[in-house]
């Protein structure tokens, strides 16, 4: 009987044991994770900083000083680059690690290894589209350059110098909801962040979608949709730079697409990622300094993307954002210069049908040829489940990313996928470079390192130049190539070599004294190779040009107003249309309330005016209802560009688009607009009835979230009280916006720069400061960036310093 | 008395060396003590209840109160409870049951022996 009692108790205890002690589907490993001495309760903060004065770190040659700002922005100051880039790595780690090591493993997909088998998917097409086999290839070229090795060999020691001093105990927060551990950092782990942003900025092309409308609906109606530019945009490079160079020959003989159809395309990254930078010189400054302005606008997440430092060291000493997990700075500025990135965007990403010799896809043939394959198999680790093996193709194009076992209808579907982040490149260096240049000579050489994501870097120095340069990996292609489908086995679909670097596109001190660039056209037609994008902005860089001839003198506070400019073009251009033509006759009263709000807009998006809301939900609607064909087809279609809608909208009230199919009645685009007018007022009036509010103001209705990567509400904020929205140069739209702002006013007497970002440097969800700047973000409140000389200038905004100390 | 002997030893340990062990400790430390000073099973399980579960939920609210909830209001909404007092108290029922099953065990184990003592004594 006590023998039984015995067993019975062990039985119970065990059986206890592993159901608290392991993660049972979503519920975290519940005793680890509850213990009041090591689990969760132990990442809770009472201090915005809680480190040691003084660390010992063995890796280090001479000792560290790191000091905090009122922002937790640290000041590092070193007596060499290795040290430097290790306490660089150790301070990303410190506020950062989990955010690093989970970024990693989304790029290189082995999400299901962490959360198990609803991340299959998303695995694969990670491998697919070969992400870290890029990073691979980048990583043999970086570490050839004894520099950048150098560098990223600290950095790596430095954040695994933190990993190592963690136990359960000190593991962030997120680990322990998950239950699992972090790995060592590596070099590769940095080569593939590159990988990660090239993925996010550079991947996403529509090529596909182009084919199957181009074979739905012929050429010209292709062309009426989704025309490539038209006669008076705003390029980049203004239209007063004239190619004072040779192109290279490029094959004139217009390719003939694979008009295949396409059920269904991989999830692109979302074409919000998008920012702004502007640049002037002295004779358009108020005091005579260059200035620059830039902000990345990507998603908003929490921990943010962006971290903020100085690094200071003999021959360096340079302030601003970097990513977790890269090694520098990548946009910021030094003693003399300042810099910027906004995305360059461009069709980078091709695709070519594969034609395999037989079913063992050994073989594809090129021309009269059969080239060979390389089979790759890849082992995905499912938690909780059976492990599960991928085959991919390679072939000297890219990996074949459809075929018969990925989204591919048959085995006929073979695409792969060409893709510029795919070569070997050495994209470090020239951050590297910019970190230390001074003048724009060593801005020109820094670029030419750069391939992917391709980026329009804005430069202003302190001696009096600006310049701007469309800079990165592009293919040169003739007319068309590329925009659809590619036949693989014909050698003459090839690209035809890279633009050579002095071919790029590039403004150095126009006369017009300033330069910007905000996703738009890169160049006007005059420009001699091909350079094509299916998303291309048409109205951030019209406002911000618009403002920059506007203004003389101008001072930061005006640098400041222009990122926060909530000016909204596309409505100026599209609403002046859509309210003239409304039947006003038997409105009720909430629509006559929303008629009578929207004539008396000014086109600005406020955060706190109810216009814009009513504005948008019409748009809404009215956009849906003109472009109905594109969701009734039973292959992947885009839908035409916002801007090309409102050129039709004025000028082509009759095009057959503006009939609604599921309607026996032929509408124009006047029926249209007013049957979204009442839709539009109707679901702003429900939006209130949910909302129990008597007011829509534009933010709410908006609702400006910036969300945690594991996307749990508690650790994010939502109802974000700002303007703006997506094609406004204040982007802050729902799930996208400005991810930092910087200003920079290069006073040769010393530097002067101001930035925010709406998060916050810690990325603990337990500490006080915890997404601290958002609010300040939001109503356009900027911090002066202390900019140190050195680790003795006394500054009052400095609240403690560390000391890493040689073991 | 062997019961809040048993109960305040088990708690002791239990806090000290939780310190530097996982927290299944409570359970070997709970069965060790249950089994050098047993009891009946149900004062040994209560014993091990009490002794780590005050521990796991005073430590907890301590943690909490000097963190001012920051973290726990966050936790919480990821739990089918509301308050983050609520956590306190669930976080004192798994150290609790941990504790408790653990004395269950240890003290069980024990009776085993004792039975056959007793045996040999009277025999």
Excluded: C
């Amino acid at each position: 009987m006590k023998v039984v009692r015995f067993l019975f108790a062990l039985v119970l205890t065990i059986s206890f044991f592993s159901y608290v002690n392991f993660k049972q589907g979503e519920i975290p490993p519940l005793a680890n994770f509850l213990n009041p001495f090591m689990g969760f309760w132990q990442n809770g903060e009472s201090e915005r900083l809680d480190v040691s004065e003084e660390l010992s770190a063995e890796y280090l040659k001479e000792n560290v000083t790191i000091k905090f700002d009122e922002q937790l922005i640290p000041h590092i100051f070193a007596k060499n680059d290795r040290d430097l880039y290790f306490a660089q790595g150790y301070m990303l780690a410190y506020h950062r690690l989990w955010q690093m090591d989970f970024q990693i493993i989304a790029t290189e997909g082995r999400v299901s290894e962490v959360i198990g088998g609803k991340a299959l998917e998303y695995d694969k097409l990670q491998r697919r589209k070969g992400l870290k086999y890029a990073a691979k290839r980048s990583l043999k070229t970086l570490e050839k350059d004894p520099e950048i090795l150098a560098m990223m060999n600290a950095y790596t020691a430095g954040v695994n110098y933190w990993i190592d001093e963690l136990s359960y105990k000190h593991y962030p927060v997120e680990y322990k909801l998950l239950g699992y551990a972090p790995k060592p950092w590596t070099n590769l782990k940095t080569a593939m962040l590159l990988k990660y942003m090239a993925d996010m900025l550079s991947s996403d092309e529509k090529d596909l979608e182009n084919t199957n409308a181009l074979k739905l609906l012929g050429m010209e109606e292709f062309e009426m949709l989704f025309p490539e530019t038209y006669d008076d945009i705003d390029p980049v490079i203004p239209s007063e730079r004239k190619w004072d160079f040779t192109p290279l020959k490029t094959n004139e003989e217009i390719i003939k697409p694979v008009l295949d159809f396409t059920a269904e395309t991989f999830e692109k990254p979302d074409p919000r990622h998008g920012s702004n930078n502007f640049v002037i010189d002295q004779r358009k400054s108020a005091n005579g300094h260059v200035m620059l302005a830039n902000e990345p606008d990507l998603s908003l997440n929490l921990p943010s993307i962006w971290y903020v430092m100085q690094l200071n060291a003999p021959g360096i000493n340079v302030f601003g954002a970097t990513l977790p997990g890269a090694p520098g700075i990548i946009v910021g500025f030094n003693d003399s210069i300042a810099w910027g990135v906004t995305n360059a965007k461009r069709d980078v990403v091709d695709w070519y049908k594969i034609n395999f010799r037989d079913k063992n896809r050994e073989e594809y043939q090129y021309d009269d040829k059969w080239l060979k394959t390389e089979k790759v198999i890849e082992k995905i680790v499912v938690r909780d489940g059976d492990t599960v093996y991928d085959t991919i193709i390679h072939t000297h194009y890219g990996p074949v990313v459809y075929d018969d076992n990925f989204l591919g209808k048959d085995a006929e579907t073979n695409y792969a996928m060409k893709w510029t982040a795919h070569e070997e490149s050495k994209d470090l260096r020239t951050f590297y470079e910019l970190n230390r240049a001074k003048n724009y000579n060593d801005y020109y050489e820094a670029l030419k390192h750069y391939r992917a994501p391709a980026q329009n870097f804005a430069f202003g120095s302190a001696s009096g130049d600006i310049a701007l340069w469309v800079n990165g990996a592009f293919p040169i292609k003739s007319k068309q190539q590329g925009k659809f489908l590619l036949d693989g086995a014909n050698s003459r679909h090839e690209w035809q070599g890279m633009i050579p670097h002095d071919h790029k596109a590039s403004m150095k001190n126009p006369t017009k004294g300033f330069l910007s660039s905000a996703n738009q056209h890169p160049v006007d037609s005059t420009y001699p190779y091909y350079a094509y994008d299916y998303n291309y902005e048409f109205y951030r860089n019209r406002r911000i040009n618009d403002r920059m001839n506007t203004l003389n003198s101008v001072t930061v506070d005006d640098m400041k107003e222009l990122q926060h400019d909530n000016y909204n073009y596309r409505a100026s251009e599209s609403l002046p249309m859509m309210i003239n033509v409304l039947d006003t006759t038997g409105f009720n009263a909430e629509q006559r309330i929303a008629y009578m709000m929207l004539r008396k807009w000014d086109y600005f998006n406020e955060a706190d005016r109810q216009a814009p809301s009513y504005y948008e939900a019409w748009w809404d609607d009215l956009y849906a209802k003109i472009w109905d064909e594109m969701d009734d087809s039973k292959v992947a279609l885009i839908k035409p560009h916002v801007f090309n809608t409102i050129y039709l909208m004025n000028n082509d009230s009759t095009n057959k688009y503006f009939d609604i199919q599921s309607t026996s009645e032929v509408e124009d685009v006047f029926d249209l607009i007013n049957s979204s007018f009442r839709e539009g007022v109707d679901k702003i009036t429900e939006w209130k009835s949910t909302n129990e509010s008597k007011s829509v103001e534009w933010y709410r209705y908006k609702n400006t979230k910036v969300t945690h990567l594991l996307k749990l509400a508690s650790f994010s904020v939502d109802g974000v009280k700002v303007g703006g929205n997506r094609n406004i140069v204040n982007a802050a739209s729902g799930t996208h916006g400005p991810s930092w702002r910087m200003v920079v006013e290069l006073d040769p007497a010393g530097v002067k720069a101001w930035g925010v970002y709406p998060g916050s440097q810690s990325g603990n969800p337990g500490n006080p400061s915890y997404g601290e700047m958002i609010d300040d973000w939001a109503s356009g409140k900027y911090y002066p960036l202390n900019f140190l000389k050195s680790s003795t200038e006394p500054n009052e905004h400095i609240i403690f310093t560390q000391t890493l100390e040689v073991d | 008395m062997v019961f809040i002997v048993r109960l305040l030893l088990i708690g002791v340990l239990s806090f000290i060396f939780s310190l530097f062990s996982p927290w299944w400790m409570i359970v070997l430390i709970a069965a060790i003590v249950s089994f050098i000073m047993p009891g009946n099973n149900f004062s040994a399980f209560l014993g091990g209840l009490l002794g780590a579960g005050i521990v796991w939920m005073v430590m907890a609210w301590k943690v909490d109160a000097d963190a001012a909830s920051l973290l726990s209001d966050k936790i919480v909404k990821l739990f089918p409870v509301d308050e983050s007092s609520m956590l306190v108290l669930l976080t004192g029922a798994i150290g609790g049951i941990a504790g408790g099953l653990g004395a269950f065990t240890g003290n069980s184990f024990r009776q085993i022996f004792i039975k056959k003592v007793k045996q040999s004594f009277y025999s």
